[in-house]
């Protein structure tokens, strides 16, 4: 599989076989999951202040927050430059906005560091989560994901929408 080394997780041409590797486990075992991205905000405003290096070491230190959170059976991976996502298999949509808003709080909480000069960093994210079905297609889902990205992003710094598979994307979190 390959690994974007930087963060030492498995890398953008891996989103959409992992997904379709979700999928087909949900519909085999007729279970749900979730997918989750999460977007650090104003990664080109950090890159132009502190530098494309401080920059790429705060992202790790978020993809390693978000890592930590992870169950034995979930997969994190680098969507883009500035974007993670993370697969959850056998999760319901109220454990899947659970897990989602509380990575949003921890990283609204945490202490982000420039190791060039140790000066702490106030970090936020855009989070988009979906649910996922036994019925839905690896498409589909990226679809909503996306959706549900792009409505957190317009709302403002440290957002959380959620996709339930049935309706629009609503806003769980606003502060």
Avoid at 43 to 52: A, E, I, L, V
Avoid at 77 to 99: I, K, N, Q, S, Y
Avoid at 118 to 135: I, R
């Amino acid at each position: 599989e390959p690994v974007d080394y930087s963060l030492e997780i498995p890398d953008s041409t891996t989103i959409m076989p992992n997904l379709k590797s979700l999928v087909c486990y949900l519909k085999q075992y007729q279970r749900t999951g979730g997918f989750l991205l999460l977007k650090m905000n104003k990664k080109d405003t950090f890159k132009d202040r502190f530098g494309p290096a401080s920059t790429e070491d705060l992202f790790k230190q978020l993809g390693a927050l978000a890592r930590a959170s992870l169950r034995e059976n979930d997969l994190i991976a680098r969507v883009e430059d500035d974007v993670l996502g993370l697969f959850l298999p056998d999760t319901d949509m109220d454990a899947g906005t659970e897990f989602a808003n509380q990575l949003r709080h921890t990283i609204r909480h945490g202490s982000f560091r420039l190791h060039s000069n140790e000066s702490e960093v106030m970090l936020t994210a855009s989070l988009g989560y979906t649910f996922c079905g036994p019925t839905d297609t690896p498409d589909l889902v990226m679809s909503r994901a996306l959706k549900t990205l792009k409505s957190s992003e317009s709302r403002g710094r440290n957002q959380l929408f959620v996709h339930s598979g049935k309706s629009s994307p609503r806003c769980i979190s606003s502060n």
